[in-house]
């Protein structure tokens, strides 16, 4: 990092393309961060993670059993090493809290003064982030999987809803009520993405294994059905195209839109071009998938080449977006994983799932040893009080293996 | 560690280790073979890869003890290699699922104590591992999270009950001390109180020792040999012992010297010789030595009932030789008359009476010394008591004896036998006592009885006393009478007239009282035939047939029979494969030559137990209702029961109501 930072000091390197470095790095090189934890206040499996993306301080995480938990990810306190401490919780079984699952957890991607939730429990909740009360409840045909705002400005904020009700429903967030129905899909719909450079494009995806996408413009039919073999790829949604055999858990954009990743209870993962509404054919391969609810899968943004993170049974796996090929394996969680959520600020990596506990993946193996470094006691074993200091176990010398002689 | 390439000879040995180590059952981990696992583990990376993925293969059996013996190996090894530990920390999940049963579904393996026993060492052994390597290794904290928070495994209250379960032992622990301690105190005043008693008893029972077996130095050893062996049964049997013992010792010079031409001969040394050295003197019981003996066996039995007494270790020691030494008496007792004349004697046996005896003592030995005296009044002796003998079943025949005389001395059953053998065999060093040869011999002196009457005795059929005797010398003997039971049956419930009450006379009553009636038993026939077949060292199964006295089969038939079969057992199974023969080979050499049994097809026969050390776990299975529900609730056999219950069913409701029109179609 230091040697790049001294060229984009030179010159030699331009500060984009320094930054386009040293963001790659850090997000192929993730690892169980040695000096960040987050305080673990969950109390059941955690279905979504958020962390606002304005000064990426604040991370919303919704659980299995209705509790939504803030937790203050800046570290004030002067050590490396800190623990984030949660610094609201929405207790269960309250007035305003879900009484079912809360699946998605979302910020109003402008501003940090609102977000929202939504449940199995079939209400979409609007949150005010000052007084952290729910401002607005609007009630959907089904049970929510899925919601998504745009993060592209536009005149009307519109969330897109999807549910186990087979219309894709919009809510308007001015109106405070349901503005629209999409109409395609067979089954429930699982989840659902707007694009992140237009904000009339949105892709669904649902339980019949359809992956479709739509301009809410034309509300007649949708603007692609992708399918596997790539025929009546365009335009034909009365036919069954067939984007996953099986669920589609989580529908991804990346690359300005141009691309969409899906991913599905077959056990796949597939890249499709949105230009000419074909599929990629990237081999993943087999990744192992068993939820018939939504998955959060996440990209990296602004690094060359991007990677995906996507959650699989305990793991969280890395991969190559372009290639398809499997750049590492973060092992760390006990029990199945569901979400992941990489902040595009600080390039931290959270992951949550059944075991009750966010982990935090970053690259800070160089702070780290910086950190232990410093720690290490200094030769005079007296400090400077006088008082015997405690010894400190060295980390690293447990890392060494350990024979006695007599073995 | 070099990661060399592993070697494939090892790489075998590996293996057989682990599976030795996971098989054995045992709840420790064998030390040898573990210390070799680590040897060989220590010297490569890829070995430890190896050992690791067997080992999870182990734990994932559906057996609790092989998991227990798995998880072990685990615990040594995490706490040792680096690399370990990451393979470890990796899998943490599926050995949390394996051995702490932190799925519902995934339940533990029998035995369900095993089981537990694991949960509670792996709970245990994770937080030990977290408390030392918890800061190096992330995961490994986060898994003892895990097991807080989402398998809701409290830590605390284990500790707790494990802490509340050692305080528990400890109480017991010292509740059983100070009962010992208390039983010692106990002790300590008794062994106080009783030594005196102990220590007299103990020199009484050394006298009586002493008499019955007098030491060598007791005797004057210029006499001649002869002297002492033949005559006196005790000091004989002193002697052959001791002749015994140097015999066997020049068995000893000669067995080295065989062993010596064995080893020329490239045979080895190694043969069990057993000498059996502590053949102790015999003793028969004579009415001689019955006081003295009886007065031995009392403090035998005083002395046997002390136990351990700590503090007095001589008096111990003396004691315990003694006894010992009576021990090794054998004492043939004698039962019959004798017991019964000389209880009264034996009625007060005080302590004194080895004094007693100690002062006969010089006489014996003085008769000893003169075997002609002795020898003369051994025969005297003889004589004597066959006359007495006499006497005595001439008196039975007037009295009532215990012992029916009717029994025969040859039939092993009857008593006489018994008798009679005893009667045979302590004659020789029988030595009654002066006062009762003096009695018998006046019994025999006045012999005024005629020759005549002794001859019309001896003839005289002698018959038991009985109903006919009591009637012999009344001439006239009145029958016997009944009432009668009259009309109605009865004699109560009507008014007694005297024609009911008329005397009926038994019939043939009069001679029933001058007739005696015997029961014809049969004749007792002594056993001609024994079965003299040679002893097979298998088995008990020979064939019934004649044999002559060294056991072969006189008819030839069926000798030639018996050849062929036992030609076919030697097929089946040759002269060397003896268990008994092939149990010693093992146990000398250590080489299990036991051939491998085949079925009926021919076939090996699977072998009988792979792993002997793990508990068997279908045992349960092997139950005669398994058994048999596997043969009643057979499909086919309960369809063809349903069948038959059908058709049965179907024929009543035919014959009921076939007239009926809605069973018109039924047939």
């Known amino acids: ?407 | 560690m070099a990661s060399t390439a592993a070697d494939p000879e090892v790489l075998f040995e590996l293996e057989n280790l682990v599976e030795d180590l996971t098989h054995s059952g045992q709840k420790t981990l064998d030390a040898s073979k573990l210390k070799r696992l680590k040897s060989i583990c220590k010297q490569s990376s890829s070995y430890i890869e190896r050992m690791y993925t067997l080992v999870m293969d182990f734990m994932k059996k559906d057996h609790a003890e092989i998991r227990f013996s798995a998880f072990q190996i685990c615990d040594e090894f995490f706490r040792r290699s680096h690399l370990f530990r990451e393979l470890i920390i990796a899998d943490l999940q599926q050995i949390f699922e394996l051995t702490a049963e932190i799925n519902a579904k995934n339940r533990m393996p029998p035995p369900r104590k095993v089981a537990e026993n694991l949960k509670k060492m792996a709970l245990k052994t994770v937080k030990e591992w977290n408390s030392v390597y918890g800061p190096a290794y992330k995961r490994l904290s986060l898994g003892l999270q895990y097991l807080q928070k989402c398998a809701k495994i409290n830590f605390e209250r284990l500790e707790r009950e494990e802490s509340l379960t050692r305080d528990l032992n400890r109480q017991i622990e010292r509740r059983k001390r100070m009962e010992i301690e208390a039983k010692l105190i106990k002790l300590h005043a008794e062994i106080s109180e009783n030594e005196t008693e102990i220590r007299m008893a103990v020199n009484a029972l050394e006298a009586c020792m002493g008499i019955l077996v007098p030491r060598l130095n007791d005797f004057s050893l210029d006499d001649e040999d002869g002297s002492f062996s033949t005559e006196k049964p005790s000091t004989s049997a002193e002697s052959t012992s001791s002749s015994k013992v140097a015999v066997e010792e020049e068995n000893f010079a000669i067995e080295d010297e065989a062993n010596l031409e064995y080893r020329e001969r490239g045979m080895s040394s190694k043969y069990a010789i057993e000498i059996c050295l502590n053949e102790g003197p015999v003793i028969h019981e004579s009415s001689e030595n019955k006081a003295v003996l009886e007065n031995a066996v009392d403090q035998h039995k005083l002395l046997s009932k002390k136990e351990d007494l700590e503090k007095v270790v001589d008096l111990k020691k003396k004691v315990e030789q003694v006894v010992q030494k009576f021990k090794t008496l054998k004492i043939i007792k004698m039962r019959g008359e004798d017991e019964v004349s000389t209880d009264s004697e034996l009625e007060d046996v005080p302590i004194d009476e080895t004094v007693v005896l100690a002062a006969e003592d010089p006489n014996k030995e003085a008769n000893i010394k003169d075997p002609k005296l002795s020898e003369a009044a051994s025969t005297n002796d003889k004589t004597c008591e066959t006359a007495s003998q006499k006497g005595v079943v001439a008196k039975d025949s007037n009295a009532w004896s215990i012992l029916s005389t009717e029994e025969k001395a040859e039939d092993p059953t009857s008593a006489q036998a018994a008798l009679h053998s005893l009667k045979k065999t302590p004659k020789k060093s029988k030595k009654p006592k002066a006062e009762e040869s003096k009695s018998s011999s006046e019994e025999c002196s006045p012999t005024k009885l005629s020759e005549r009457k002794k001859k019309l005795l001896a003839l005289a059929p002698k018959v038991p006393f009985d109903i006919d005797l009591y009637h012999w010398e009344e001439n006239d003997v009145k029958a016997p009478t009944l009432i009668g039971n009259g009309s109605e049956g009865h004699r109560f419930w009507s008014s007694v007239s005297a024609e009911d009450m008329q005397e009926i006379p038994v019939p043939d009553g009069a001679a029933s009282l001058r007739t005696r009636v015997i029961e014809f038993s049969g004749k007792f026939e002594p056993v001609k035939w024994e079965c003299r077949a040679p002893m097979p060292n298998v088995s008990f199964s020979w064939k019934n047939c004649g044999r002559d006295k060294t056991g072969q089969v006189t008819n030839i038939e069926e000798k030639m029979k018996l050849q062929e079969q036992h030609e076919k057992e030697q097929q089946e199974r040759p002269d060397w494969q003896d268990p008994v023969l092939l149990a010693e080979l093992k146990k000398q050499t250590g080489v299990d030559l036991k051939m491998p049994e085949r079925t009926k097809n021919g076939r090996l026969k699977r072998k009988t137990k792979k792993h002997p050390g793990l508990t068997d776990l279908k045992q349960h299975e092997k139950t005669s209702f398994n058994r048999l529900s596997k043969k009643v609730f057979k499909k086919s056999t309960m369809m063809r029961v349903a069948r038959a219950l059908d058709r049965a069913d179907q024929r009543r409701y035919r014959d009921k109501y076939g007239d009926q029109f809605n069973y018109m179609y039924d047939r």
């Open chain 1, 1 to 407: 990092m230091f040697r790049s930072l001294e060229n984009a000091r030179a010159g030699v390197v331009s500060p984009n393309a320094f930054r386009t470095i040293e963001i790659t790095k850090r997000s192929y090189n993730l690892q169980l961060s040695q000096l960040r934890d987050i305080e673990s206040v969950h109390t059941a499996l955690i279905n979504s993670i958020q962390v606002d993306n304005k000064i990426g301080r604040y991370m919303l995480s919704g659980c299995a059993d209705g509790t939504i938990y803030i937790h203050d990810l800046f570290n004030l306190s002067g050590s490396p090493s800190h623990t984030c401490k949660a610094v609201w919780r929405e207790k269960k079984a309250t007035v305003n809290s879900h009484n079912a699952s809360v699946e998605t957890v979302q910020w109003y991607p402008f501003d940090m003064g609102l977000f929202v939730t939504s449940g199995l429990d079939k209400i979409l909740k609007i949150w005010d982030a000052n007084t952290l009360q729910p401002c607005s409840k609007i009630s959907a045909k089904g049970q929510i999987y899925q919601h998504h705002m745009s993060p592209v400005p536009a005149k009307n904020c519109v969330i897109a809803v999807a549910s186990s009700d087979h219309n894709v429903v919009l809510f308007d967030l001015r109106i405070g009520n349901c503005t629209q129905e999409l109409r395609g899909h067979s089954n429930a719909v699982i989840s659902c993405e707007w694009s992140s450079n237009d904000e009339h494009i949105l892709a669904t995806g649902g339980s019949d294994s359809r992956l479709l996408v739509w301009d809410i413009r034309s509300a007649k039919h949708c603007l692609l059905s992708l399918d596997i073999e790539n025929k009546n790829a365009v335009l034909d949604h009365k036919k069954a195209n067939r984007a996953h055999d099986g669920y589609i858990s989580s529908v991804k954009f990346i690359d300005n839109s141009t691309s969409l990743l899906s991913f599905g209870t077959d056990n796949k993962l597939r890249l499709w071009n949105l230009v000419s509404g074909k599929n990629q054919e990237v081999d993943y391969g087999n990744i192992k998938n068993n939820r018939k609810k939504k998955i959060q899968i996440d990209v990296s943004q602004n690094s060359n080449p991007s990677v995906v993170y996507v959650p699989s049974d305990g793991n969280i796996l890395i991969f190559e977006i372009k290639t398809g090929d499997l750049v590492n394996t973060l092992t760390g969680h006990y029990n199945k994983t569901n979400c992941c959520y990489f902040d595009p600020i600080y390039l931290y990596l959270y992951s949550g799932g059944y075991d009750q506990t966010i982990l935090v993946w970053s690259d800070d193996n160089v702070q780290y040893v910086g950190y232990t470094d410093s720690k290490k006691p200094v030769s005079s074993s007296k400090s400077k009080f006088g008082r015997p200091q405690k010894p400190v176990v060295d980390p690293e010398s447990l890392l060494e293996d350990a024979w006695s002689d007599e073995d």
